[in-house]
């Protein structure tokens, strides 16, 4: 079975503040992919980023970067002088490739980043 | 390009109702999901489509739930009858093809409210 796990269950944060979200995971599955959403307050979930299990290479988007470290069973994302329009609940998501595991995406119990002005 | 549409946006029904959710995906994505979010717990799975066909029902929690996907366009999740746990948020998303196609795009939900 897949688990993800979102431990902070809240994040508040001042403008400009760097923020790390964290998220672990369990699978049984060899191979996989991670995945980071958002969803501001609007509802709808925005995607982030998708990373391969077998690619550990660390990746940065303009002031976002995700550390995944699968000796740890972890895909942590980093916010760098966070702004109030980072203001979202962010969840972590996995899934199977297709010739090994499900599509369907596990998710966490997301994390609710406030940043204040 | 149009992202994934869902109608209604928000829908309220009394238990033992009907209501049927839709899901318009990205043009040409051959995968369409559906998950749902009830209150205070994880988005979970409810099933897939590869064009018409189910891929994985395995989420569907009981069979008050149907869905179909005639064609292989849009999308509907009918709840007859509608009972008080099946309130929540209902989300749709859709994937390609191509090694892209495990990114899901995903539409703003139906909040479904049953009393």
């Known amino acids: 079975a897949q688990k993800v796990t979102q431990a902070q269950t809240e994040i508040s944060v001042v403008e400009k503040e760097d923020v790390t979200l964290d998220c672990v995971y369990e699978?049984?599955?060899?191979?996989?992919?991670l995945f980071w959403y958002k969803q501001p307050p609007s509802g709808e979930l925005v995607f982030l980023i998708r990373r391969n299990s077998f690619d550990e290479q660390n990746e940065i988007s303009g002031r976002y970067s995700w550390n995944f470290q699968k000796s740890t069973s972890s895909f942590n994302f980093t916010i760098t002088a966070s702004q109030v329009v980072d203001s979202a609940v962010y969840f972590c998501?996995?899934?199977?490739?297709?010739?090994?595991?499900?599509?369907?995406?596990?998710f966490g119990s997301g994390t609710r980043l406030q940043v204040q002005p | 390009e149009a992202g994934v549409t869902q109608f209604p946006s928000h829908s309220v029904i009394e238990k033992g109702q009907t209501v049927t959710l839709r899901c318009d995906p990205i043009s040409g994505h051959d995968n369409l999901y559906w998950y749902r979010r009830v209150m205070g717990k994880e988005i979970k799975f409810l099933l897939h489509f590869v064009k018409e066909s189910k891929q994985d029902e395995s989420g569907m929690p009981n069979n008050r739930f149907l869905a179909e996907r005639t064609g292989g366009t849009y999308s509907t999740l009918k709840v007859q009858p509608a009972e008080l746990e099946d309130s929540g948020v209902y989300f749709c998303?859709?994937?390609?093809?191509?090694?892209?196609?495990?990114?899901?795009?995903f539409g703003p939900g139906t909040r479904l409210t049953v009393t």
């Open positions: 998303a859709s994937s390609g093809r191509t090694v892209s196609s495990y990114e899901q795009y």
């Open positions: 998501a996995l899934s199977g490739l297709k010739y090994t595991g499900r599509r369907a995406l596990t």
């Open positions: 699978t049984r599955d060899t191979t996989y992919y």
